[in-house]
């Protein structure tokens, strides 16, 4: 798979506006009873515990709403707070799991944790088109020659891709049909 430019994913707005809102419930129904209210001194501890939980939640979905990932023939970067740039030469691992939400794993999500020389680059399946960056991690892993672990392959094999992923054939002159 050859890019022609850069391939731009952000994590969707829906999915961004959620957690802004989530935050907002979850403060106002943690804070509210400490201004209001004077609870007991265990009530407040917890009161307290949760709000803060909230409120990182909240600092964590304002990163990611500023958050993008740039997929070139070059690499991939991941620009946000703590960003980092990873030519695909330096790739030396990832691996991809699955987190499920239900006891039948029905529902769930992926993070992609992609291991380079000097960084590493983590995001998520909430990521718009997550499943073509996989499919280029892929394609330049098998590049690198790595091998993967069993349960990487397997979560491949979920998202509809193969291990290994097959090369596009190229033409007597060098170009792809």
Same mark, same amino acid.
């Not at 600092?59 to 993008?68: M, N, V």
């Not at 992926?110 to 020389?117: D, I, N």
């Not at 909430?126 to 069993?150: G, H, Q, W, Y």
């Not at 193969?162 to 054939?169: K, N, S």
């Given at each position: 798979?050859?890019?022609?430019?850069?391939?731009?994913? @952000?994590?969707?707005?829906?999915?961004?506006?959620?957690?802004?809102?989530?935050?907002?419930?979850?403060?106002? /129904?943690? %804070?509210?009873?400490?201004?209001?209210?004077?609870?007991?001194?265990?009530?407040?501890?917890?009161?307290?515990?949760?709000?803060?939980?909230?409120?990182? +939640?909240?600092?964590?979905?304002?990163?990611? @709403? @500023?958050? /993008?990932?740039? %997929?070139?023939?070059? !690499?991939?970067?991941?620009?946000?707070?703590?960003?980092?740039?990873?030519?695909?030469?330096? =790739? =030396?691992?990832?691996?991809?799991?699955? +987190?499920?939400?239900?006891?039948?794993?029905?529902?769930?999500?992926?993070?992609? @944790?992609?291991?380079?020389?000097?960084?590493?680059?983590?995001?998520?399946?909430?990521?718009?088109? /997550?499943?073509?960056?996989?499919?280029?991690?892929?394609?330049?892993?098998?590049?690198?020659?790595?091998?993967?672990?069993?349960?990487?392959?397997?979560? =491949? /094999?979920?998202? !509809?891709?193969?291990?290994?992923?097959?090369?596009?054939?190229?033409?007597?002159? !060098?170009?792809?049909?």
């Amino acid at each position: 798979m050859i890019l022609k430019s850069k391939l731009r994913l @952000h994590y969707p707005v829906r999915t961004v506006a959620l957690d802004y809102f989530y935050t907002l419930l979850g403060l106002l /129904f943690t %804070v509210t009873p400490l201004t209001v209210l004077t609870p007991v001194a265990s009530v407040t501890g917890v009161l307290a515990g949760c709000a803060l939980l909230f409120f990182l +939640f909240g600092l964590r979905t304002a990163i990611r @709403h @500023h958050t /993008f990932v740039e %997929v070139s023939d070059r !690499g991939v970067t991941l620009h946000s707070l703590w960003g980092a740039d990873m030519a695909w030469c330096e =790739l =030396l691992g990832f691996k991809l799991r699955y +987190f499920s939400t239900r006891r039948r794993r029905q529902e769930g999500w992926m993070l992609l @944790h992609l291991r380079g020389k000097n960084r590493t680059i983590r995001v998520d399946s909430t990521l718009e088109e /997550f499943d073509k960056l996989v499919a280029r991690v892929a394609t330049e892993a098998r590049r690198n020659k790595l091998s993967l672990a069993a349960d990487t392959v397997q979560n =491949l /094999f979920a998202l !509809g891709l193969t291990w290994p992923p097959e090369e596009t054939p190229k033409a007597a002159n !060098g170009s792809v049909p």
